[in-house]
């Protein structure tokens, strides 16, 4: 089965840091540029961050650049989303999403998300 | 920057034909993509490229464009239909979302 599973939110302070995990499975993972997707409370959906499937190319919101990294280990079938200076308005469920170039480069697999609180 | 406008609500009966609609300038140079998103569940993508329909997404959903605007129609809406739309595109590689949909069927 094609999966994707998000790890790593919790509850941080304003100014701390967090990183984020994504664990492909069912797929070659190499083969896919991934990105992260976020999703505040209550709120819609908001593109964070891209990277190429062999991690040569990123790109970042800009909301976020200058402050986040990703990166992924495709010998541990692994995306990350490194998370530095969080802010209240970083609050939301993560999404990490495969890149499927056979659907025009649409996001065809997500994960059910982690959930990340910023708050003191 | 670019935007996406949609519209927040739409309400139809079931059986009856749902159009969701989706603005924005970038939408006349790049395609446009939607997804369905139901509480608690993690996005589905319904529609790619402006109007193909990924395996397995049923026959109802379609979709268009015209100029800066895409449509996502669903025909003959179900109860089962009934969830929050996203449209998205990219550009710059930059990738931006509309507000979302909230499709009501009842």
């Known amino acids: 089965e094609v999966q994707l599973v998000e790890s790593g939110g919790v509850v941080v302070q304003p100014g701390g840091s967090l990183r984020l995990s994504c664990a492909a499975s069912?797929?070659?993972?190499?083969?896919?540029?991934m990105h992260w997707v976020r999703q505040a409370p209550g709120k819609g959906l908001e593109w964070v961050s891209l990277i190429s499937w062999d991690g040569g190319s990123t790109y970042y919101a800009d909301s976020v650049k200058g402050r986040f990294t990703i990166s992924r280990d495709n010998s541990k079938n692994s995306l990350y989303l490194q998370m530095n200076s969080l802010r209240a308005e970083d609050t939301a469920l993560y999404y990490c999403a495969r890149v499927n170039s056979g659907y025009d480069d649409a996001f065809d697999i997500w994960g059910q998300g982690t959930m990340v609180t910023v708050s003191s | 920057s670019y935007e996406l406008t949609q519209p927040s609500s739409v309400s139809v009966s079931p059986g009856q034909t749902a159009r969701i609609t989706c603005s924005g300038d970038?939408?006349?140079?790049?395609?446009a993509r939607w997804f369905q998103q139901k509480p608690g569940q993690a996005p589905v993508l319904v529609i790619y490229?402006?109007?193909e329909r990924p395996s397995g997404i049923p026959e109802r959903f379609s979709g268009s464009s015209s100029g800066t605007t895409v449509t996502l129609t669903i025909s003959g809406a179900q109860v089962e239909d009934e969830a929050d739309y996203y449209c998205?595109?990219?550009?710059?590689?930059?990738?931006?979302f509309g507000g979302g949909t909230k499709l009501t069927v009842l």
């Open positions: 069912g797929f070659t993972f190499d083969d896919y540029a």
């Open positions: 490229k402006d109007s």
């Open positions: 998205y595109s990219a550009a710059d590689n930059n990738l931006v």
């Open positions: 970038v939408l006349a140079k790049k395609y």
